[in-house]
């Protein structure tokens, strides 16, 4: 289960196709994870080329792409709502045709087929490759074209993509799917089961990643710890890290979405012994409650993640943990609950998301008896987060007088100061750290950072 905040990513590019002697304009917009925004880059990678053109909005385009996400119901409402949007507009005149891709269309294909006639051609996140094609057929007045197959794309290094994030940073998807079980979740559903890339193919990305411009490479897939077991027979990650290190030009690695009963005392010492791997590790929990996680079906324990947090701080001192949590799951008692906020309490995460359960159709856990009422998961909702709110600037009042490395991201015009992030911040869901500088900084650099004030999430600084 990925820890994002389900905030759309709103890079938009838009390629032009030549049709005849008159450009046409073909924009997409892409929603939800890391994992989609790969897919985005490579779906925009696929029409790339001379007869391709990229602007920077997706107003008045002829034909608009959608990459989409399902993951919980607000994802799903996202989606439907940006379709609607895109309708709309195509009843106005002001595009062309609207074509839809990725996982909604996966999870949900015939009734969005049956509800949404106005939409040109429907997508599943395992068709990208017939992209252009589509693009075609669409541009012919085809009757409304859709293809579903096989879940969940997973593109090779020799595959070009198109960036979708600033030139500093890039995403690394090392894996596709999942095969774990757990109770709440439908990835399986609309990702498929796991897959690893080879390894020497994702190294070779890397590099070309590097090249580019790339200072921070971020792993990520939907159960990153389990990169190579299905392929070689065995845990392959903290080999990938190994070699990623020795790439030279590279300053930052990140890994997302470790699951935690995979999470191998090799990956510590990695970390540990790295020169370039930061020392944050994002490994989605879901629960501390013994009752809640045998019934997610997590395949840990409270007493096991205890330890296993203590024995990674022990490697790795000053790492910075990132994890999830559901509140509102079916059974969840105010003792259950409880045992949630003195977990929280006794291991003082540096980032959490917490999110209400969402009860997906086809999850096992939809079935459950005894589902909390929506009154009580978002009390729930808002004591956890406020108990977080205060642990967080707890632990950031620890860096007053502290000097970190910040890769800088950006500059506020009217204040003039600069923003950016450290080790123990991922891009679009942890803090920021705001920089004064005397001096014009460059986006993209690193600079040491003197803390000098904090607040609940966020850092303050000079350069």
């Known amino acids: ?59 008045g385009c002829d034909i608009a792409l959608l990459n989409t996400c399902t993951f ?21 005149g002001k595009i062309r045709a609207v074509v839809v891709m990725g996982c909604l269309v996966q999870r949900f294909p015939e009734e969005l087929r049956k509800e949404l006639t106005e ?12 992209i252009p094609g589509i693009i075609k057929q669409v541009l012919a007045g085809e009757d409304q074209v859709f293809t579903v197959g096989e879940a969940g794309y997973l593109a090779t290094a020799d595959e070009p993509r198109v960036t979708l994030t600033p030139a500093h940073y890039r995403y690394i998807k090392i894996s596709e799917g999942c095969d774990h079980v757990c109770t709440f979740c439908t990835i399986p559903n609309y990702r498929g089961k796991h897959r690893s890339r080879a390894l020497d193919d994702v190294v070779t990305e890397a590099r070309k990643f590097i090249t580019g411009g790339a200072k921070e490479l971020l792993l990520t897939g939907q159960d990153t710890t389990f990169f190579g077991r299905d392929t070689e027979g065995q845990f392959l990650l903290p080999e990938l890290i190994r070699q990623l290190d020795r790439l030279p030009g590279l300053a ?3 890994l997302l979405y470790a699951y935690p009963s995979c999470v191998s005392e090799e990956l510590m010492q990695t970390m540990r012994d790295s020169e370039h791997l930061c020392h944050y590790l994002d490994m989605p929990l879901q629960h501390a409650s013994d009752a809640m996680l045998s019934a997610m079906k997590r395949g840990i324990t409270q007493r096991r993640t205890y ?29 259950d609950f409880r045992e949630l906020l003195e977990f929280m309490k006794d291991i003082r995460f540096e980032r959490i998301g917490i999110f ?16 909390v009422p929506e009154k009580i998961k978002g009390e729930r909702l808002k004591e956890a987060m406020l108990l977080q709110q205060r642990l967080s600037e707890e632990n950031n009042q620890r860096w007053i007088g502290k000097t970190l490395k910040i890769l800088v991201e950006g500059r506020n015009l009217k204040s003039g100061s600069w923003s950016g992030r450290s080790y123990m911040d991922a891009p679009e869901i942890d803090g920021t750290v705001y920089l004064a500088s005397k001096k014009p900084l460059e986006i993209g650099r690193f600079y040491q950072t003197t803390i000098q004030k904090s607040a609940e999430y966020d850092l303050f600084g000079s350069v």
């Open 1 to 59: 289960m990925p820890n994002s905040s389900f905030s759309s990513y709103s890079s938009i590019m838009t390629p032009m196709v030549k049709i005849l002697s008159k450009p046409v304009k073909i924009g997409l917009m892409s929603l939800g994870c890391p994992k989609t925004l790969v897919d985005s880059e490579v779906i925009l990678g696929k029409l790339s080329g001379p007869a391709f053109e990229f602007i920077p909005t997706i107003d």
């Open 356 to 371: 209400t359960y969402s009860q997906e159709d086809g999850s096992p856990a939809a079935a459950m008896p005894n589902q």
């Open 307 to 335: 330890d296993l947090i203590e024995k990674f701080r022990s490697y790795v001192p000053d790492l910075a943990m990132r994890t999830t949590f559901i509140v509102g799951f079916p059974g969840e008692t105010d003792r």
């Open 119 to 130: 939409v040109d051609a429907f997508i599943g996140s395992g068709e990208y490759g017939k």
């Open 252 to 254: 930052w690695m990140r």
């Open 72 to 92: 919980i119901q607000d994802a799903q409402a996202e989606s439907v709502n940006s379709i609607l949007e895109l309708i709309e507009l195509k009843k106005k």
